[in-house]
């Protein structure tokens, strides 16, 4: 019965917006944060990442190794932290602010 009545409805027209947003906030500089930082800038998004320590890294910067990323799994991985934030640090899409909250 539903189907009969939605077959003489019109097709709804998508939404679109007029001048979508090219920026993206990224709240936090953990290894999620510096991660989709890195890779909304890469997809040519501005981005401004928040974190309310003093540095980047989250509970990163106290890990030694990590688990491993890539075949044969045998050995642990190094820490990726200072690669992640050097990256995001360089990158020119990319402003960071330290030590900073964001309030409603």
């Known amino acids: 019965m539903a189907l009969a009545r939605a077959g ?15 920026a993206i906030l990224v709240v936090g ?26 540095s980047l890294g989250g509970w990163l910067r106290n890990v030694y190794r990590c688990a491993p990323l890539r075949p044969p799994y045998a050995e642990s991985a190094e820490n990726p932290f200072h ?4 990256e995001v640090e360089s990158h020119p899409g990319i402003v960071v602010y330290r030590g900073a909250s964001i309030e409603r």
């Open 8 to 22: 003489g409805s019109a097709v709804p027209e998508p939404f679109r917006l007029e001048n979508p947003s090219r």
């Open 29 to 54: 500089g953990g290894l999620a944060g510096l991660t989709a930082a890195l890779e909304a800038a890469r997809a040519a998004y501005r981005v401004i990442l928040v974190e309310r320590e003093n």
């Open 83 to 86: 690669l992640l934030s050097r």
